[in-house]
């Protein structure tokens, strides 16, 4: 048998096999999630300056204490499409199920401001400003003078940064506010989340979503005693 019969014969045999292969391959759909709402009710009560990041793979809920900087801003790393923006959502709606605005507030940075328009109504919003607007470069000068003032009050700000690369593109005053916001605002209540590397982000988790309701499945890396992984008290 001649080298070229016996490469046909394989391929004709990966031809007939293919089909199961790819059987083998589609991978079997995520159970249904429980709704945000049932998911907090069973992880209370939580400490009040606790921020709800998702649920850990063991089950615990994995919480960011609002009032220590220590950790810093956050990184959501992963692949496109691996649901980075969901999470970030969720955490937004979640803050406003846990705080009151005079608590906690959070606005949000991106290119898609029509992918955040059902966060629109809860109360703690502040805005979903879009990076192609002017209204971005003025919200975060707003935001960086508040934090610089900022030395007795009570209340955090969350910054949702939904896409880091396009807002390295705004102008010179916006991207050195936002690099401080990054690196001096936890120490001013301001606390940023994001799907993009940056040199100021020095702790980031991993992890997979299932539907659009409820992030889970999370694995923290790099952890600190401010982020809480136990059921509070």
Known sequence: MTEFNRYALMME??????PEIEATRQLKPAPAMPPLDEVLAEFQPMPPEALFLGVASDGLPLLLNLHD??????????????????????I???AGKMHQPEELQFGALTSHPDEWSALEDIPNNVGIFSLHNQSSEDFILSLASWAHSNKSS??????LLDDLEVASNLDFDARQNLRWLLLRGPARRVSAGSPRRAAAFRRAFLGRTHGPRLPQGLSFLAPHASMQRDRGS
């Open 69 to 90: 900087p220590t950790p810093g801003p956050i990184l959501i790393a992963g692949d496109s499409g691996t649901g980075k923006t969901a999470l970030l959502q969720t």
């Open 92 to 94: 937004a709606v979640a």
């Open 13 to 18: 045999a990966l031809t007939e096999l293919k």
């Open 154 to 159: 009570q209340q955090s700000v969350l910054l």
